[in-house]
């Protein structure tokens, strides 16, 4: 009885609140989209990080995928996001270095985008000094070697654009544009750039049969005393085929990018850089941090027999000495049917990924 | 609007009071249940190591060798305490204990663990060949912490990883564990079981165990980097000497 009598109370009180409201309410009713995630990954590995202040939404996605391709982003409108992450090499570039708008060259490889909600340590680019995808975002559009734009610019072009304000009303419910919601729509777009359909997958799906060289190639991956690639580079029962974790794999002697040290602070991190995923390698040309390979056959050959010993070089990588385990030209042959296999031509023409 | 509010605030005090009915009994029981925080700390010849030792701290093993360590993580199943009256209270599947800096896992806390006298504690070193199930575990997988399926397949017991040798000239170690492979196909099981001594407990409590590091390059076989560096994996004889090594690497430390 008491119960009730103070449900009636409540009630009264709450309906005696919108006596006075004269605020207009615009419904801000963005729909949910979470990710589709594929089986393979599902089964196997943890789920992906999505920011409890960032869902993700059907508008939100729409909105992340035009401002990627736009280049409304870059300070004299000539450079989207997609200048150097291009959909057809699975959103990275084909030069080894990039130009931005001022036509000035960086220092890096463009990286690849697939697979990024699965950053478990969510540490982006190739030294890992952005925590998180939203945050990663800021840096291209104000980096002076990239789009050299400023944000109070980026946000006031776009709120003086015809259909912009309208898009991130729908989208986070206010037309208020900043770089935090701008961050977080090209976030969602990126989440959803997901690649699961190689050749591997299918076999390990059973729907497809590999190749006898594709099948020893993965044992060559697989063997300690061989590639041992899969310390670094996942395995079977890891479909990200990266740890997203730091490493020298033995490139140089002297580092004059220090890479995760840089950001660190400690020397013992010198020369080490972010491990990529081996997915798509067929698209992404050229390969290391700084671009230096331009072929999978280089890449190879390093490991096998071009490693460079320094203070901090990773301890899995082994004879040093002679320049690395020294395969045969038959098992870099397989080494390479196998890494190519994990290729993803449906990801690369996903019509959902394109300009819109 | 005014008499409303001091119904509802007299309703809510009446609520209240109504709900502190159980400060009469005075003679409440001693708890039977605590939390029990367990740390695993890490040790070189009695001094303590950490992940600010990596790669910067210069040890010397029972061969003689000098050496740094970059990486170590290893895998604990079924931490199970037991007492005389045959209770036995299991406090985890597995954990994976990993000393590096930003994603450092040494401590497990449990609620609700029986306050009692263990007459010793259990676990493996590693998945026994029940657990050991390949692919099995997401966050492992996650770790990727596979074994690969040539070697038996499941995954690593121990990465235990930094270089030997002298400065300016130093090689890789690589002292993984897991499944032994005796020959292409046939494989034998490596995990160690290990037995702590009991201890007591009076409330809440933090244990202690330790993991003597200089104890797998020790005892029973003095190991030689020089001959056993890397690849491991593949190689049975190293597989079983960690496994003989690994037996007297565990004590159990302090308890609070």
């Known amino acids: ?356 | 609007m005014k008499p409303l509010k001091k119904i509802i605030l007299l309703i809510l005090f009446i609520t209240f009071i109504g709900c502190d009915n159980k400060d009469d009994d005075n003679t409440e029981p001693a708890p039977t249940f605590g939390t029990l925080t367990i740390n695993f700390n890490h040790y070189w010849d009695g001094e303590k190591v950490t992940s600010a030792d990596f790669d910067n701290t210069v040890f010397a093993n029972a061969n003689g060798d000098k050496l740094t360590i970059s990486k170590l993580r290893y895998l604990i199943s079924n931490l199970t305490l037991h007492q005389a009256n045959g209770t036995s209270t299991k406090l985890s599947d597995y954990y994976l204990v990993d000393l590096a800096g930003l994603n450092s896992n040494t401590s497990i806390t449990i609620s609700d663990v029986p306050i009692a006298n263990f007459s010793n504690a259990t676990f493996t070193f590693g998945f026994n060949e029940t657990d050991n199930v390949d692919g099995a575990y997401t966050d492992l997988n996650s770790a990727s912490w596979n074994w690969p399926e040539m070697l038996g397949g499941g995954y690593h017991f121990m990465q235990f990883e930094g270089k030997y040798g002298a400065t300016g000239t130093e090689n890789p170690y690589a002292y993984h564990m897991g499944t032994a492979r005796v020959s292409p196909g046939v494989f034998e099981q490596n995990y160690i079981d290990v037995t702590l001594d009991g201890f007591t407990t009076t409330g809440d409590a933090t244990l202690e165990i330790k993991m003597n590091i200089d104890e797998w390059f020790k005892n029973p076989n003095t190991w030689d980097l020089n001959v056993y560096d890397t690849p491991l994996m593949p190689n049975y004889d190293a597989q079983i000497m960690m496994r003989q090594n690994g037996r007297t690497v565990f004590r159990l430390g302090e308890l609070n």
Not at chain 1, 29 to 35: E, M, R
Not at chain 1, 274 to 281: A, E, F, G, H, T
Not at chain 1, 308 to 332: A, C, F, H, R, Y
Request: some cysteine; overall charge negative.
């Open chain 1, 1 to 356: 009885m008491l119960k009730w009598i103070k449900i009636g109370c409540l009630l009264l009180l709450f309906s005696s609140c919108n006596d006075t409201g004269i605020e207009t309410y615009t419904p801000y009713s963005p729909t949910l989209s979470p990710l589709d995630i594929p089986k393979i990954f599902a089964d196997n590995i943890l789920p992906p990080i999505i920011p409890p202040d960032n869902p993700q939404t059907v508008e939100g996605i729409a909105l992340g995928r035009k401002l990627f391709f736009d280049p409304i982003l870059s300070a004299n409108n000539t450079q989207s996001c997609a200048s150097c992450h291009a959909p057809e090499n699975a959103f990275t570039d084909i030069d080894r270095f990039s130009d931005g708008i001022d036509g000035i060259l960086g220092n890096r490889n463009s990286m690849p985008l697939f697979n990024l909600a699965w950053n478990y340590d969510n540490k982006f680019f190739w030294d890992g000094r952005s925590f998180g995808l939203e945050k990663q975002a800021l840096e291209p559009v104000k980096d002076p070697i990239e789009l050299h734009n400023t944000w109070s610019n980026v946000a006031q072009t776009l709120q003086s654009h015809s259909e912009y304000p309208d898009l991130f009303l729908e989208a986070f419910g206010t037309s208020t544009i900043d770089s935090t919601l701008v961050t977080k729509a090209l976030a969602q777009f990126q989440r959803t750039l997901i690649s699961s359909n190689s050749r591997f997958d299918k076999h390990l799906l059973g729907e497809i049969t590999l190749t006898p060289s594709e099948l020893n190639g993965f044992n060559i991956f697989m063997d300690e005393t061989k590639g041992d690639c899969f310390h670094c580079h996942g395995n079977a029962n890891n479909p990200l085929w990266t740890d997203n974790d730091f490493h020298n794999n033995g490139l140089d002697a002297t580092f004059l990018d220090k890479g995760l040290g840089k950001i660190t602070g400690d020397p013992n991190d010198d020369g080490k850089f972010k491990s990529p995923s081996l997915r798509n390698l067929k698209f992404t040309a050229p390969y290391m941090h700084d671009g230096r390979f331009a072929t999978l056959d280089d890449v190879i050959n390093h490991y096998s027999e071009g490693l460079v010993n320094s203070p901090t070089i990773d301890p899995l990588m082994k004879s040093v000495d002679n320049g690395g385990v020294q395969l045969s030209d038959s098992e870099k042959a397989d080494l390479k049917a196998f890494l190519l296999s994990l290729s993803d031509v449906e990801f690369i023409n996903n019509p959902d990924f394109k300009a819109p």
